[in-house]
């Protein structure tokens, strides 16, 4: 599975920009959970969203939670992350993640992910 990350750009503190992440055509999408990771200069990736194939319900780390919307388009097999309100901290590489068995709960840690997007870069200024 090749997924290809696009979306990032800079953008000015309570602004808006949404990633997009389309998997290759050949990929059962539909029946895979998606996620949104990111990482900081010095920091270690951590979750930001996720997406299952099940229809289940999104789930949000809590610094993103009110802002952030995860959603999929299984037809194009295209996951995607609006990001409004955006603040300074949100500036990170965004990554997105999808698993490799169908189904299964969704999951908030980077080792349940089993391919890997290159990322796009977010730069929020003050």
């Known amino acids: 599975v090749q997924l290809q990350a696009s979306g990032g750009g800079l953008v000015q503190a309570g602004g808006s920009l949404r990633l997009s992440c389309a998997a290759s055509?050949?990929?059962?999408?539909?029946?895979?959970?998606k996620g949104w990771f990111r990482q900081a200069p010095g920091k270690e990736r951590e979750f930001v969203a996720a997406?299952?194939?099940?229809?289940?319900?999104?789930y949000y780390a809590d610094s993103v939670k009110g802002r952030f919307t995860i959603s999929s388009d299984n037809a194009k097999n295209t996951v995607y992350l609006q990001m409004s309100s955006l603040k300074p901290e949100d500036t990170a590489i965004y990554y997105c993640?999808?698993?490799?068995?169908?189904?299964?709960?969704?999951?908030?840690?980077?080792?349940?992910?089993?391919?890997w997007g290159k990322g796009t870069l977010v730069t929020v200024q003050r």
């Open positions: 997406v299952g194939w099940k229809g289940y319900r999104p």
């Open positions: 055509r050949r990929t059962t999408f539909g029946s895979r959970n």
């Open positions: 993640a999808v698993t490799r068995a169908p189904g299964g709960s969704l999951g908030t840690s980077a080792h349940e992910y089993d391919y």
